[in-house]
């Protein structure tokens, strides 16, 4: 059965940095786009950073432009979310998204996988 696994969340202070990771199993995801969306107490999901399958393009929300950094490794199965300058309103559930389309555009972008999350607390 395929899976999406994040890791790498944690508590942090404002200013510091973090790194998720997300492992895929169960099936290969070579052909399919990924990315990072995340969702904080009361609010609804939102798109954070996208890649594609052949890593040509790559899509930033403008809350993560110049501080986070989407990657992923096609033959490990996994990708990345390196988070620098982290602040208090990056707190949230950090999902893991695979998508069978070209593109994850926005939260409104059909998904076929998500993950179970991973809790990033930043304090201030």
């Known amino acids: 059965q395929a899976q999406l696994v994040e890791s790498g969340g944690g508590l942090v202070q404002a200013g510091g940095s973090l790194r998720l990771s997300c492992a895929a199993s169960?099936?290969?995801?070579?052909?399919?786009?990924m990315g990072w969306f995340r969702q904080a107490p009361g609010k609804e999901r939102e798109f954070v950073a996208s890649?594609?399958?052949?890593?040509?393009?790559?899509y930033y929300a403008d809350s993560a432009k110049d501080r986070f950094t989407i990657s992923r490794d096609r033959d490990q199965n996994r990708m990345y979310l390196q988070m620098n300058n982290l602040k208090p309103e990056d707190t949230g559930i950090y999902y893991c998204?695979?998508?069978?389309?070209?593109?994850?555009?926005?939260?409104?972008?059909?998904?076929?996988?998500w993950g179970q999350g991973t809790q990033v607390t930043v304090s201030s």
């Open positions: 890649i594609t399958w052949d890593i040509n393009t790559i």
């Open positions: 169960g099936r290969t995801f070579r052909r399919y786009s």
């Open positions: 998204a695979a998508a069978q389309s070209p593109l994850i555009a926005s939260s409104r972008s059909p998904i076929d996988y």
